[in-house]
């Protein structure tokens, strides 16, 4: 069974930064494409950014620019940078597979950007 655990979540003023961290129990990680998704009150789960599996990385429009994705390989742990968050960007945020079928989803990380 696989295992995702996000963290590095929390409270944050506009212009503000935080670093999430995406924890994998899965072998291979690094064959799969990875992506870190969003889902905010009353609203459908988003994707927010990928990266394959030699590092191509691809964005969500209102993130471009702001936010960063990584992955460590030896560690099997993703990361998502986030500049200059708005209030917008308040959302759970939970990583997965970004190509075939879903890992069963963990818990998220929860992002609030208020004053």
């Known amino acids: 069974q696989v295992q995702l655990v996000e963290s590095g979540g929390g409270l944050v003023q506009p212009g503000g930064s935080l670093r999430l961290s995406c924890a994998v129990s899965?072998?291979?990680?690094?064959?799969?494409?990875m992506g870190w998704y969003r889902q905010a009150p009353g609203k459908q789960r988003e994707l927010v950014a990928d990266?394959?599996?030699?590092?191509?990385?691809s964005y969500e429009d209102s993130v471009k620019g702001r936010f960063t994705i990584s992955r460590d390989n030896a560690e099997n742990t993703m990361y998502l940078q986030m500049d200059s968050l708005k209030p917008e960007d308040t959302a759970v945020y939970y990583c997965n597979r970004r190509t075939g079928s879903t890992w069963p989803w963990g818990q998220g990380t929860q992002v609030t950007v208020s004053s």
């Open positions: 990266i394959t599996s030699d590092g191509s990385k």
């Open positions: 899965r072998s291979f990680f690094s064959f799969y494409t």
